[in-house]
Structure formats: C-alpha cells, structure tokens
C-alpha cells in the first residue's frame, strides 16, 4: 500500500506514473532459456541454442551435485533479502542456525543478505557449515561475508534442487515473493509424495497468520487441498523449536545429531 505522501501525489482522475524498471547489467541465463521469441529468425536460433543450453543446464545440476554431494542433512534457511541486521526477525534467524551449527546440521541459504546471511553468520560464528548457493540475476546481488562454501547459480531450477536435496527441512522466516516460491514448492513435494519426512517449520506467527488463516478457511474448507494438507506447517516463535523439529526428522532418518 502506498504511503500517504506517494498517495497525496497522485491525482484523482488521472493514471499514475509506471513503476521505474529496473536497470540490468546483462540478460541472465535463466531469462534467455524462459524469454518467448517473436520474429522467425530468432525462432530459428532459438531452436538450436536452446538444445545446446541442455548441456549448460546439465553441468550446473552435476557441478552442484559435486560440490554438496558431502552434505547431509542440512537445513535450508529462507527469507527476505531485505531484513536489517537490527530487525528482531535477523536476530532469530541468527540464533536459529547458531543452534543448528552446534547441534552438527549443516545450514544453507541463498547466500545473500537480510534472513540468508543472519542465518549464516549464525552458522559461521557457531564454528557449522554454512553454505551459501546464490544466483545469477539481473541486479547483482552479493554473496554475504559468513560462508564456508559459496556457489554460484544461473539457473533458478537448477538452486532449488539444491536446496531440497541436501536439506532434511525448511525454516522459513518473513520474506516476499521468493521464499513463497521456496515454501509452496516444498509443500507440493511433500502433498504429492515426493518428499518424505521433511518438515516445514515457518518462523514469526504474526507475520504467517494471514496465510495460515486462508489455508485453512479457504483452501481446506473449500477442497481446494486435502484433510491434513494444512498439517503440513508448523509455526512457531521459538528459535528452539525450529531445531528441535528437524533434529526429530533427522533422528527418524537415521541421520546423527548432537543434542541441545
């Protein structure tokens, strides 16, 4: 919603300016594979480059296997970019993957700021694996300075696998469009039964309560999921908590944990 000031500035009876675009450095990977082409020569080259990238999209799916595939059972940590170090949402995610780290749990995010580097400085200063997988986009956005292993993406499926992979579970904390994107693509896996035993804890009740609340009232009531489907959530305040829940999943899958 705008604010008032932005408000006052826009007149009645008149459209209001277009959003600025953002600037961009260069096209990325991910936007020339998915970009629709129009004229029939571009359609020409498409058809052969886009078979070649295969082969781009198959070497990042091995090089990441390569890098990570000494991981197990990590945890994968989402959340705004845009959170401050003195947001209390920071602090938690912070103290949330100190835990983890001290526990043994590998923690991995996207490797960028906000929620992702709280969580892996949280890691790093515990003396745990913090992981940070980012990606290529079209404002560059930096790896933050608490990783043991930094890996750079340009194919945003290609992330995600990762992320699923060597995770046994998601904490998500407060974020926008791109930890909706990670959260309901964890739970479609686990509703279709792809994922087994991977818990997804959302962390700051307040923040969650209005999507919870049409989950259940809307989604559920109205079939659009099945009974218990909403079950597959847990939200909590409590940074022990978040640990204990994914130690619980580690335990049943035979995965060794220290105590808290």
Known sequence: ?????????????????????????????????????????????????????????????????????????????????????????????????????????????GGGPGIMEAANKGAFEAGGLSIGCNIELPHEQKSNQYLSRSLDFKYFFVRKTMFVKYAIGFAVFPGGFGTLDELFEALTLMQTDKLTDFPIVLFGSKYWSGMMEWIRNTMLAEGMIGPGDDKLITVTDEPRTVVRTLLDSRKRLGIASVGL
Request: positive net charge.
């Open 1 to 109: 919603m705008p604010d008032r000031k932005s408000a006052a500035r826009v007149k009645v009876g008149k459209t209001a300016p277009p959003p600025k675009t953002r600037r961009k450095s260069h096209p990325t990977e991910d936007e020339q594979l998915l970009n629709v082409p129009v004229a029939e020569d571009v359609l020409r080259l498409r058809r052969t480059s886009d078979s070649w990238r295969v082969l781009s999209i198959q070497g990042e799916f091995v090089w990441g296997f390569d890098n990570l595939q000494d991981v197990a059972g990590g945890v994968s940590f989402f959340g705004s970019a845009r959170t401050p170090a003195t947001d209390p949402m920071y602090r938690a995610a912070e103290e949330t993957a100190r835990l983890f780290a001290k526990a043994g749990v590998p923690v991995i995010t």
